[in-house]
């Protein structure tokens, strides 16, 4: 893959910034050779962190600020005060071509609200959707929307459909994603009008889509297919919950590893296995919530991410940055928005 | 507890009956001395499991019937044909009041459809709803609804706090549980309308009720309250979504602990943790959902459920149908009906 991309970097947002973050980026510049980075924050903090790495000294370049987006500024707040802040100007790197994508571990609201406003929508997008890499029993599975809108109508669900599925071919390097919509029940009782309704607009839209029609909550691990739609509301507390299962069950587990001799060396004995699935679990590996929609790159990484975390989501923006999933997206919504669908 | 109830047991539903639920409601009555038990289902098949077993022969006794309701039939084939099945006849029989509860681990849409006809609402609930009992890291949370309607409005939200209240005062023995509303996001952005005038609704009913305001998915499994309440799809998504992680992280621990000898060692002397730990991901320890809001009691247990998962869901129905559970419930609906709520 071609590596000459420019990721812009808020590299104050975030529990453990600015120290995680330029670990991260260094991990991520070190495995992509042409990579660079702009580092937006204060330079007091940053230029030891910069000075002390070989790659990052190399490859990335602070542009200073010594304002700050906090974890608990509303984003209401982020919009009036946060201009100039270190994840206004990441994002405002990116859409004035400075940079091909941003990345920011910060307030999440503060981020919806900001890459909103100044990268703005996609031509022909009415709501953008935030994007989960759900792990699966066999890979990822992109969800969405997992927040970033309450309610989604019927033709919201078809655009998320569009947009879930570029999204996939870019992160997943799939050629031709699975999609599916999210739903209940029994074949009687198929859900909501909306969903139905999608379901009839997929199943007739001129989309080459692979397109399998309903999938259930228990679906997604399964990995039944690749891309499954769903409104914000839905698809964050299933996704909510599902981390909520994990970390109980990750929580049981040390428990029965550590209640007695035998059992800690039992788990000595099998640690192997134990570590396979302990990254199984980590959010670091599944990391990086994507606002789909939008006129460029704004990569969500969990603000308790470790390094290699952050890394991880440096390398989801850098691979959506060298794809052409906007492109994919806008002719797909010009299909669909073409009259064909309407017509059905 | 008072023991002297009567269970009306469909004897043919589930993928493994008549053997299993024999052998569940054998292991339910030898935890009840008081209690007795109806059979419905074919006599040349339950005859002989009766015979075979001393607890079963001396206080269980079989009503016959060679109708079946089968795993395929749509809800409305149910309600159609199902008159004098072993599942029908299970219900009718606490409609009659020769029984207390019903269990069936048949079909789950045409037991809620037959429950419905037979059992009708209680007064004053429009909507009943279908409850969870979910493992938390506190012990086990109430979710309603998960299925039983697709959507509900903030007054049915109302009346599925009042349900699940009251079941879990039966059913977990908490004497004040903590309720709470399932929403999404930040103070901003608060869900759904019909969520919000919920919780508008709760904050200022006159119940005395222990009312939390909302929690997100997560929240569930981390046991923060012990009644969840939402709207079917939601629940339906939310549950499932769960227990497709939980079954996914069992399939990776097993592969863990099978992939060598050390790991297999190690799994040997960690065995008792690790059997507590699948004890805890196994279905048939929250076995048995209900239908709240229903004139009587009936009980679903999992298809699925081995012997000791049939009798847990007959130990539920036991818990229920001796407690008073459906007196709160008309008691608070009232409180809430009177105009107090309307008033706000």
Redesign the interface.
Known sequence: MQSTVTLSIDAMGGDNAPGIVMEGVADFLSGRPGARALLHGDEALLKPLLAANAVLSARAEIRHTDIKITSDM???QALRRGKGSSMWNAVQAVQEGAADASVSAGN??ALMAISMLVLRKMDGVHRPAMTALW???KGRTVVLDV?AN??ADAEQLVSFAIMGEAFARATLGIERPSVAL?N??????K??EEVREAHELLRNSPLKMDYRGFV???????GAVDVVV?D???G??????????????A???R???T??L??K??????????K??KS??DPSNVNGGVLVGLGGVSVKSHGSADARGFARACELAADLALSNFRGEIAANLARVGAGDLAAE
């Open positions: 509303k984003p209401s999440t609201g792990p699966t029993l927040g309450v309610e999210l209940i029940g029994s074949e009687e009782m859900g909501h259930e909550g228990d679906d997604i691990s399964a769903t914000g509301f839905t964050n507390v299933a996704l909510k919950a599902g981390e909520g299962v994990a970390r109980m069950l929580t049981r587990m428990e029965a590893f209640e007695s035998a059992s060396a039992g788990a000595a004995l099998a640690m192997n296995g134990l396979r699935l199984m679990m």
